[in-house]
């Protein structure tokens, strides 16, 4: 009896304190939102269902990973938290599975957590809800995060780009001279081009200024007005007033080499792939037309889906171009392209390497697979899942990976990657004697890709590796656009490495 006693006075200590803790340091209210907002938001899109109260079980680990001599248990209808071995706080689990109920119990133990564990009180409300989120993601997928107010401000600052002129500068000299321009912007439209001098902002000279003070100028909120005095490469002095928008980075980078142009696109953003098929457009009205495109996607790690699947569409007659499956109904999308490309007799070559992920892969696999371009480089991240993101009370957000991605031929981009129809991570040699087979009209890969594309969900981890093996992930190298040239100055070659749509098993 004595005992007993003594764990009850321990345990309404622990629960004062706690009480106490959370109306000063511990923001228990907040916890309380930031848990049921996000129990409600994963439970039912999550890939593979997993209920509610493991899920908070799961997040709860968070407090062992913080201080290793917390620790949280569920026995039957009880959950336990305790701190060598010696109970802090013993509650009954929730009669249902309602995230504000298990949010509340989340919270409650927690709370307890904070006058008993240092490492906790450093932590603090935000650390917790870290832990808490990576503790959970951590057992469902490698994507999944919860990011933090200030981080997720910044996230969707980048999004949606930055009120601005869209223009970059440098220095000439003493000049101010203007390095790019973004296609579609407030600067491109006024008819500023790169190596025009800026002469004056809003009346300010720019002549001895820094760089960084005349971006600072160019920026403001959107939808102001600035008036720019610029002296155009015709030696011509123009002015005109500009209002600020919001201007995504460029994102798609074109530069001739004789006559193959090469689009480098870095991410996909809001603007991508309408600035993709402007310079497909521009490409094809130079007086020489191009003889071939090359898409370069190395080190590209991905970003809005909706950007690949629309820069798929410059390129191929109307078709699947990828699907999306998961729990939720709004998961599920079958992506096509319309009637109508661009370009659609000129060789098209993709370069990739083992950073192309996400987005990139989509819009590689779609290409490869209806047998409209030449896949380049080494075999890809396989990023082939999906995340929906929802803003968190806190001003944080989720990403909860809630679908995955299939490629028209229905093999999954998840964990595969894609494997390129010329492979130049084997060195050399290999690349040489691969690139004489092709000459020759036979293609080297043909029965690597005719396996992987004959992959479905779910692929076991040794058949992933055997399906990556015949082309090893690497970095871009120089090779890539090299082999890229000589397969567009030899079409039989070209023709050899394109291999036709393979019919879906």
């Not at 989120?133 to 981080?151: A, G, K, N, Q, T």
């Not at 964990?415 to 991570?425: A, E, I, K």
């Not at 871009?476 to 019919?503: E, F, H, S, T, W």
């Amino acid at each position: 009896m004595i005992r007993i006693s003594v764990l009850l006075v321990l345990f309404v200590i622990g629960r004062a304190q706690a009480q106490t803790l959370a109306g000063g340091g511990f923001d228990q209210d907040r916890l309380i939102a930031v848990y049921g907002d996000a129990l409600t938001f994963i439970a039912p899109r999550i890939l593979d269902p997993v209920p509610v109260p493991q899920l908070t079980v799961w997040g709860l680990q968070g407090l062992t990973a913080l201080d290793p001599a917390l620790r949280v248990v569920k026995r039957d209808s009880r959950l336990q938290l305790s701190r060598h071995d010696q109970v802090v706080l013993d509650v009954s689990v929730p009669n249902d599975e309602a995230p504000a109920s298990w949010a509340k119990t989340a919270a409650s133990l927690t709370a307890a957590s904070f006058p008993v564990s240092a490492p906790v009180r450093r932590a603090g409300t935000q650390g917790v809800i870290q832990i808490f989120f990576d503790e959970m993601f951590s057992r469902l997928d490698p994507y999944s995060r919860y990011v933090p107010p200030v981080e997720a401000g910044a996230d969707r600052e980048r999004r949606a780009g930055h009120a601005g002129l869209g223009l970059t500068v440098g220095l000439r000299g003493s000049l101010i001279e203007v390095r790019s321009v973004v296609r579609d912007s407030p600067a491109a439209i006024a008819g500023i081009r790169p190596g025009d001098i800026l002469a004056a902002i809003d009346g300010q000279r720019t002549q001895e200024q820094d760089p960084v003070t005349i971006a600072a100028l160019l920026s403001g909120p959107e939808g102001s007005v600035v008036t720019l005095s610029w002296r155009g490469r015709d030696g011509r002095t123009r002015d005109a007033q500009l209002v600020r928008a919001m201007v995504p980075p460029e994102t798609v980078f074109a530069q001739r080499f004789a006559d193959v142009v090469v689009l480098r696109i870095t991410s996909f953003s809001n603007s991508t792939a309408s600035h993709l098929a402007l310079s497909v457009q521009d490409a094809m009205a130079e007086p020489h037309p191009v003889d071939g495109i090359v898409l370069d996607l190395r080190d590209n790690r991905g970003g809005l889906l909706r950007q690949a699947v629309t820069a798929a569409d410059t390129f191929l007659p109307a078709g699947l171009v990828a699907t999306t499956v998961g729990r939720d109904s709004d998961a599920m999308n079958v992506w096509h392209s319309t009637e109508g490309e661009l370009a659609e007799n000129v060789p098209l070559i993709i370069l990739v390497d083992g950073r192309t992920a996400s987005a990139a892969e989509i819009l590689a696999a779609a290409l490869a697979d209806r047998g409209r371009a030449v896949v380049v480089g080494s075999s890809t991240v396989g990023k082939g899942m999906v995340q929906t993101i929802d803003p968190m009370p806190d001003g944080g957000e989720l990403f909860v990976t809630w679908s995955q991605t299939l490629a028209p031929l229905g093999w999954p981009l998840q964990g595969l990657g894609v494997l390129p129809q010329v492979c130049t991570s084997l060195g050399p040699d290999a690349l040489s004697r691969q690139l004489a087979s092709l000459s020759t009209g036979f293609q080297p890969m043909a029965e690597a890709i005719r396996r992987e594309r004959a992959a479905r969900v779910p692929v076991p981890a040794s058949e992933v590796l055997e399906i990556r093996a015949p082309c090893p992930a690497a970095e871009g190298r120089a090779a890539d656009l090299d082999v890229a040239r000589a397969l567009i100055a030899n079409p039989a070659a070209y023709a050899a490495a394109l291999l036709p749509p393979m019919v879906d098993r």
